[in-house]
């Protein structure tokens, strides 16, 4: 291409393609960090039994919004542009038509998502802050947001306020796909 002095030139369809891979991994990992949330947070909450009414379809909507997310991820590497595959959202639209279902099962999503960060787990003691407890100390416990995450692979805790940061980008994210569905819907 005529203009290149400095490197390899590309195309602005090649430069609009690798910003879309770009965006696809950061909503592929957002949907993967959300879900991941919303399927814990239904699984603790149907722990108390009559609890599974709201819990159960929690984990169903989050372990479907980690699937579309990691598929995403995955495109996004092999350098394929998708938005990941999404049983729930599928069976939603064939159930309900396409706008409404997808309404139903993003409203339903954000829900999830909000409910699964409002749980309370226990604060544990362990290994990276060097007290070596495996239980709760005092019985003291806090909520999903409210906590640091401990990531084994490198003996560290994620920080309160990026995963903070992490949550409210996802939620973010699906109140947005809520609004955006409601206005399609209304069109």
Known sequence: MAGCTVGPCRS?????????????????????????VSAFGGGSICTLGFGCVVGAPMVAIGLSEVRQGGTMLADAISGNSSNGDNPLRKYSVRTFGAKLGNALYDGTA????VVGLARTVSVVMGVADNMNRPLSIFGATTTVWNKAKYVPLTNTLISIPFMQTSYELTN????????????NESK
């Open 12 to 36: 602005a369809n090649e430069t609009y393609q690798e910003s879309s891979l770009i965006k696809q991994d950061a909503l592929g990992t957002l949907k993967v960090v959300g879900g991941r």
């Open 110 to 113: 954000l829900i999830t998502g």
């Open 172 to 183: 973010i994210y699906k109140a947005s796909v809520v609004v955006r569905d409601l206005n």
